[in-house]
């Protein structure tokens, strides 16, 4: 009779012996050497998959009826990708380990480089190729490394994503290495200029960011933004969707734990309760979310909360009558359904809450607006600023689908 953990009475680890309890051989996959490697051992059947174990094919799929891992999502094929075992055999602790001890060496480096006074003689033709070479070249380290971490999502097996992952996220952190070097050895080089990238990007972004359009622009929004408020007295925070891709190259911190920036594909409208608590935690600051207007309609009715508690946020709704972040992966359903458009008027439904609000159409009068809320959250009471913003899908960053 096969043991069960009622027979034997526990579920312990060699509480019971089965009949091959003794074997020396692999039960479910066999390992590429004698032994299984760590890497093995960790990343072999993570996932379980249709031709091994899941009988009743994939417990998820798509409308049309397709898995949720099928071969046709990548056009490199195999035979059996259940025996792929990535070259380099990572996994998540031999990586972290990797970068630690990247990061250990660069640091020495620079530190032994320091106390033997080696910055004093760089050659003047290095110092420039390390400026703008180098510098440029981390850029093309975080465009391989987003674009490989685009490329997994089409990867057949979780081997595979394991591996373009693991392989994309070296490429981020040597392009985020290369950032932290060249300013840390800046320190030490006279005449330095590591704003110069900075300043080319700006300037490219300056038609955005002085934009007079109208509808307005998200970007003008948040540069009067960053122009009116104190920064150093100040709490940030976005919500998920573009007010996120928005606010996160072009909010400048003056100042440790004055932003709250988070979450990749994030519950829309957490942005409110999260600007709540800072706001309870912090009370003399001024705290303000930017969301949009799908994320405020998850949530919104909660700014009745504050105004009840007297929590007094500021909450900033980019009204662009759309769910913009989601234009390239809606298509179907927002053309039989109209599943992308939202909208109405978050001025009124404040103001039906008890939350003083205002709707700005204006660019001249975005500043005007912010001052008003400002001195409003100052005296004990939440705000709603309204702007009504151009769709938006403008993003300073490699284009990529879905957010
Ligand atoms: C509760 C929830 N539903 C869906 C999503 C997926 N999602 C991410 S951004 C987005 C649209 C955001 O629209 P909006 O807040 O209006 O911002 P916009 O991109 O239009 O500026 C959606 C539906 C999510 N993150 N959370
Ligand atoms: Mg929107």
């Known amino acids: 009779m096969p043991a069960t953990s009622s027979s034997v009475g526990s579920g312990a680890a060699g509480a019971a012996i089965f009949a091959d309890s003794d074997s020396r051989k692999y039960r479910y996959f066999e390992p590429k050497g004698q032994r299984a490697t760590h890497y093995e051992d960790m990343t072999v059947d993570v996932q379980p998959d249709p031709e091994r174990y899941l009988i009743q094919n994939w417990i998820i799929s798509f409308a ?16 059996n ?82 591996a373009t992952l693991t392989n994309s996220s070296y490429k981020l952190r040597l392009a ?15 005449g330095w200029d590591d704003e110069l990238g900075k300043k080319a990007w700006l300037e490219e972004w300056s038609k955005f960011l002085n934009s007079d359009a109208t509808p307005l622009d998200q970007y003008r929004v948040i ?24 606010m996160m190259p072009f909010w400048e911190t003056t100042k440790a734990g004055s932003y709250m ?16 608590g800072a706001k309870l935690a912090e009370p003399k600051k001024l705290c303000v979310n930017v969301m949009g207007d799908a994320a405020i309609g998850m949530t919104g009715m909660d ?20 769910m913009g972040a989601e234009r390239d992966v809606l298509k179907i359903s927002d053309e039989k359904y109209g599943s992308m458009t939202v909208g109405g008027n978050y001025t009124k439904v404040a103001e ?18 912010i001052k008003e809320a400002v001195s409003t959250t100052e005296s004990g009471s939440p705000y709603l600023l309204e702007f009504v913003v151009k769709e938006g ?11």
């Not at 899908?393 to 990529?400: A, H, V």
């Open 64 to 79: 049309d009826g397709k898995g949720a891992y099928v071969k046709q999502n990548t056009a490199a094929q195999s035979s």
């Open 261 to 276: 920036g988070w979450g990749k594909s994030t519950q829309l409208g957490y942005g409110l309760g999260i600007n709540m």
């Open 303 to 322: 700014i009745e909360t504050a105004a009840r508690n007297k929590i007094a946020i500021l909450t900033i709704v980019f009204n662009n009558g759309v």
């Open 176 to 190: 985020q290495d290369i950032t932290l070097y060249l300013a840390e050895i800046g320190m030490d080089l006279p």
């Open 223 to 246: 540069r009067d933004l960053m122009k009116t408020v104190d920064r150093d007295n100040v709490i940030m925070t976005h919500d998920s969707g573009s007010p996120r891709e928005q």
């Open 393 to 403: 899908r403008d993003f300073s960053r490699y284009p990529l689908a879905g957010l």
């Open 352 to 369: 039906g809450l008890n939350v003083a609000a205002r709707r700005v159409e204006q660019p001249g009068d975005i500043v005007g607006a």
């Open 81 to 162: 990708w259940h025996a792929f075992r990535a070259p380099d055999q990572e996994w998540e602790r031999t990586h972290y380990q990797r970068q630690s001890k990247i990061e250990t060496m660069v640091q020495s480096v620079i530190n032994n480089a320091r106390k033997s006074g080696a910055p004093k003689t760089f050659d003047k033709a290095w110092v420039k190729i390390l400026q703008t070479q180098l510098g440029a070249w981390k850029h093309a380290e975080f465009g391989l490394g987003t674009s490989l971490m685009q490329a997994q999502r089409y990867g057949y097996t979780q081997m595979i994503n394991n």
